[in-house]
């Protein structure tokens, strides 16, 4: 019945007047169409199915599935059962699932093109919320508060083992087959930045080549190029430092023999560590320009 009419009834019957434009709001709201002629082909339409919309983030889904099969997630979930949470820590008291779903957010913020949880302040979107299996996603208070739970529950050392326990079965085949024949092994330093209020050590941070409070990365990969362990230190650290440590963590996680050869850069070209190296069975391997020592005195 067109609003014409619907006006003319409610006048006629109950007295009341009521303008044409308000009957067609109303109408609207409810779906209503005002034309006669259109109501047999909208009740076509309703029996078509609805058209498929675009999800955001739904291809996120193949890192998901990538990161179950391959079992980072399970060696993830097993670290984070192995944290010993504090007296009164709130990590203690979350279930299994919000866990394991602020674990999620925190492994896939690169997906939706964050690279810290400060991004979450100002995410609004759905996908960080759909791949831990959640209707939204966390916020910046939780991840961070997450964090630094897990940082006071020993998180740091448990999740380095697991991954490098998962990096070395992810490779098995091919660390295993380089360690028959002798495999390189690449390692180097890398000092990030970290800017705060408190005092913490220095170091040349060389992207920026200034002297920052930074912390330092040590790196170990295999001949192929896949990093196998990532162990984080002091910002004053000095590569040489560093290296027999990561070769020493990395041995007894991974379970593997003797690591003989290692490719570094010039930082580790110090007669003392190159000795040390050679005490131990270990042959030292970097390229050098052909002035690198150019200007010194030779004896």
């Not at 939706?112 to 916020?139: C, H, K």
């Not at 991974?254 to 560590?273: I, K, Q």
Request: hydrophobic content about 40%.
């Amino acid at each position: 019945m067109p609003s014409r009419e619907v006006q003319a009834a409610l006048q006629e019957q109950f007295d009341i007047y009521v303008s044409i434009g308000h009957l067609n709001r109303v109408r609207g709201q409810l779906g209503i169409e005002n034309h006669r002629g259109r109501s047999k082909k909208n009740s076509k339409r309703s029996l078509l199915p609805p058209l498929p919309q675009w999800q955001e983030g739904a291809g996120a889904l193949l890192l998901v599935a990538a990161a179950n099969t391959s079992g980072l997630l399970e060696a993830l979930e097993t670290a984070l059962s192995c944290c010993a949470p504090q007296a009164g820590s709130r990590l203690a008291h979350l279930s299994t699932s919000s866990r394991q779903s602020l674990l999620q957010t925190l492994l896939f913020l690169g997906v939706v093109g964050l690279s810290r949880p400060w991004g979450l302040r100002g995410y609004t979107g759905d996908a960080l919320g759909r791949l831990p299996g959640r209707s939204r996603a966390y916020g910046y208070f939780h991840t961070e508060r997450f964090l630094a739970e897990l940082a006071r529950s020993n998180g740091a050392e448990a999740f380095t083992s697991a991954l490098a326990r998962w990096t070395t079965r992810l490779w098995q085949s091919e660390v295993s087959a380089g360690m028959n024949v002798s495999a390189l092994f690449y390692i180097d330093g890398h000092r990030k930045p970290v800017y705060t209020d408190a005092l913490i050590p220095r170091g040349l941070v060389g992207r920026l080549s200034t002297i920052l409070g930074s912390r330092t990365l040590v790196l170990l990969h295999d001949a192929s190029g896949h990093p196998l362990l990532i162990t984080t230190h002091r910002g004053d650290q000095h590569l040489t430092s560093g290296l027999p440590t990561v070769i020493k963590q990395y041995k007894q996680e991974a379970g593997l023999g003797t690591v003989r050869y290692l490719v570094v850069d010039r930082e580790a070209m110090a007669a003392e560590f190159l000795a040390a190296l050679k005490e131990t069975g270990r042959t030292a391997i970097s390229v050098l320009r052909t002035d690198q020592y150019g200007g010194l005195d030779r004896e």
